[in-house]
């Protein structure tokens, strides 16, 4: 049994392969490194673990329990709203209808793992010339349990 948190590497590989318009996709360590959104290359997102937690159930016998995993996908996307007069979410529409398709109802090959669902988006910063965009979504594996 793997006692480790879920792997975003699973979420990463999953936008790679099915998200083909993204440059890049990258984790938690390349996000943290950017110090301000002009370092934000276009079209990349960034997967990043928000929260796990156990289900409020005891372990089953054997020590195995449920662990609810959350994690976000960040987009950064050129803002033209100021050069083409519109809003700065029609430019970034399709590229988060894309994320959100190949990742809504995607079960990840985890233990216990169940269908992702989407719980929120939200437009983090801006500014004129780049836009980041947050997804949030939801599964589940279960860690723990006898070797």
Known sequence: MNSGPF???LVIERLRAQVPTLQSVEGTAQYAAI?????????????L?????GDGEPPKAGGRQRALVTFGVVLAVR?????VGGEALDEVSPLIAQV??????????VDGGRPCQWLQG????????TLLWSDVFQTQHFIGGAP
């Not at 803002?79 to 050069?83: F, K, L, V």
């Not at 939200?122 to 010339?129: A, E, F, G, I, K």
């Open 122 to 129: 939200d437009v983090l910063d801006y500014d004129d010339s």
């Open 100 to 109: 959100r398709a190949a990742l809504m109802g995607w079960t990840p090959s």
């Open 35 to 47: 110090t301000n959104l002009r370092e934000f290359r276009p079209d990349s997102a960034f997967v």
């Open 79 to 83: 803002n033209y709203r100021d050069q």
């Open 49 to 53: 673990l928000a929260r796990e937690r």
């Open 7 to 9: 792997s975003m590497g």
